[in-house]
């Protein structure tokens, strides 16, 4: 008879009848564990005083602070799951979330956890718990768990005692999410021109197929980023899956005299770097030359497999082979480029952007390659990007979103393009082999945006409109201190749609934007909710987005 051994189960980890389980997660990268550790420390306190003052309730910890590591985050998905395997299923969980944080450290156990979970944020911009938070609503919406959500700047308001209170009785908080309002083919809007245009579109993609090469398929712990293969093909947008050391290797085909000529390109136009000479702590020449040979790659293969958008994993393995990506995301994805020969010497999509998708996220792939598509069809500038939904704060009575990509946006996005662009090395905490960064203030103007997300196989898309802003001087500065100072930063207004109702609603941390003129921005919307609708994608229309439909 053969015998069974297997590992003996560790003892339960329970809450009784006036506590709730507390768990933090956070990176997979140790040194920013650590970095971010004080803040998560200072908000568990801030928790803890107010479950017990305002409602009688014990926030108990279900992990240990660990000494040797120097922090008490979860910062493996083995150490998450071996952690809910010792946790009463039936116990109410309070997942704290004070930093970026890897959602798949936690998302598959908190998908089968029974009892009820609250995802908490702080709301802040140095320490970007909203982002983390935003990231594991969508993971979980993707993986069909129910869950609530909250988030805070100091966890001594109305709105955040109203939303635990409600979650301790009952297990949910119900968000106001009525600025989402669903569309299909029988609105109104069907019988316009450019309805009919965004239609041709749709059925253009379906019968040709966009396909979106991307370096690797999984970044940073995003499951909601990763799409089942059939909800991307059922939309007319397979995925080409490719290799970042096969990239590796195109980039040492590129010769240095290219590599040359490639960054002095962009110092004739304008762009300053902030070079320095120790490259352990600095920007360097030679790490922006690696960067221009990256993107060289990048549009080799965009040819090669006749991609319409690219992307790259960014993190973890290709930031500790070469420099950071960031660089060649942004050139690549620009109108003004650097004329990027292929081997024959043949100039790749001269005088048009390849949609770059930022950590190979598919919930922006989608967007970002669709808009490139329906604006360059209308002979519109078509440059597309991402961006974290990284903070906002109010501004003379106006709240004003920041949002800030991890290094690069289109040089058509910043206020004087090329030229008001400036390279920073990457935070070496993250990048040891450093890269560019392409800085600048996201220029004004009207603005489309969207987000794709998943439910089992179909494919969701919210759209909206806003305002890109230039705060002055000192505002800005004020909001680059507060997030990431190399990062490029876009301050808008979402048309209708106000902090509470996307951080409610929102299924990612990522949000996709197109610059589109006043005068067409209301056809361009029109078309595009035509095109995701014929592309089998069901569509909501933001705040007063609707109102223009």
């Not at 564990?33 to 004080?38: A, D, F």
């Not at 299923?89 to 890897?102: F, G, R």
């Not at 253009?204 to 980023?225: A, P, Q, T, W, Y």
């Not at 920041?402 to 289109?410: A, L």
Request: glycine content about 10%; hydrophobic content about 40%.
């Amino acid at each position: 008879m053969l015998k069974l051994t297997l590992p003996e189960n560790k003892p339960q980890i329970s809450a009784g009848a006036k506590e709730v389980l507390v768990v933090t997660n956070a990176d997979l990268r140790e040194s920013a564990n650590v970095e971010c550790w004080p803040v998560q420390n200072k908000f568990e306190a801030k928790l803890e005083k107010a479950l017990a003052d305002r409602f009688g309730i014990a926030a108990k910890r279900a992990h240990l602070y660990k000494n040797d590591k120097g922090h008490g985050f979860i910062s493996s998905q083995r150490e998450g799951s071996d952690l809910f395997a010792s946790i009463d299923p039936d116990a109410p969980v309070i997942v704290l979330l004070t930093a970026w944080q890897y959602s798949h450290h936690l998302a598959p156990s908190l998908a089968k956890h029974r009892g009820p979970v609250l995802l908490l944020a702080n709301f802040d911009g140095t320490w970007p718990g909203l982002v983390g938070m935003l990231c594991m609503a969508g993971t979980l919406n993707s993986l069909g768990k129910q869950y609530a959500r909250l988030w805070s700047a100091d966890f001594d308001d109305a709105f955040f005692y109203q939303g635990l209170g409600a979650w301790l009785k009952t297990g949910k908080i119900d968000h106001d999410v009525s600025y989402l309002h669903t569309v299909d083919t029988t609105h109104p809007a069907a019988k316009t021109d450019a309805w009919q245009a965004g239609r041709r579109v749709g059925e253009f993609v379906l019968r040709h197929k966009e396909i979106m090469g991307l370096f690797d398929s999984f970044c940073m712990g995003m499951i909601n980023g990763v799409f089942p293969q059939k909800a991307l093909v059922d939309i007319g947008m397979p995925m080409e899956s490719l290799s970042q050391s096969a990239l590796l290797v195109e980039m040492a085909k590129v010769p240095q005299a290219l590599r040359e000529e490639c960054l002095q390109w962009y110092e004739a136009r304008g762009m300053k770097f902030n070079f320095g000479s120790d490259p352990a702590k600095e920007l360097t020449r030679d790490q922006v030359l690696e960067q221009c040979a990256m993107m060289i790659a990048m549009a080799r293969f965009t040819q090669r497999f006749g991609l319409t958008s690219v992307g790259v994993q960014y993190q973890q393995g290709l930031a500790h082979s070469c420099a950071a990506s960031d660089f060649a995301e942004g050139a690549i994805g620009s109108t003004a480029r650097f004329p990027i020969p292929d081997e024959n010497g043949n100039i790749i999509r001269a005088g048009k952007p390849i949609p770059c998708i930022n950590e190979v996220d598919m919930g922006t792939a989608i967007p970002q390659t669709m808009l490139w598509r329906l604006l360059d069809a209308f002979g519109l500038p078509s440059e597309t990007t991402l961006h974290d939904i990284r903070w906002g704060s109010d501004y003379q009575g106006t709240f004003y979103w920041d949002f800030e990509i991890s290094g690069s946006v289109p040089f058509e996005h910043l206020k004087g393009g090329i030229a008001g662009a400036t390279g920073y090395r990457q935070p070496a905490m993250y990048f040891p082999k450093g890269g560019s960064s392409i800085h600048g203030q996201g220029k004004a103007g009207r603005l489309i945006w969207a987000r794709a997300h998943y439910e089992g196989t179909q494919v969701f898309m919210h759209i909206g409109t806003g305002t890109a802003v230039e705060l002055p001087a000192e505002e800005f500065e004020r909001r680059r201190k507060a997030t990431t100072y190399e990062w490029p930063l876009l301050n808008c207004v979402l048309d209708g749609v106000g902090r509470d109702d996307l951080m409610a609603g929102h299924q990612s941390n990522h949000i996709t934007v197109a610059y589109v003129d006043d005068d067409k921005l209301a056809d361009v919307l029109r078309a595009f909710v035509a095109q995701a609708l014929t592309q089998n994608i069901r569509v909501s229309v933001a705040g007063d987005a609707y109102a223009l439909l």
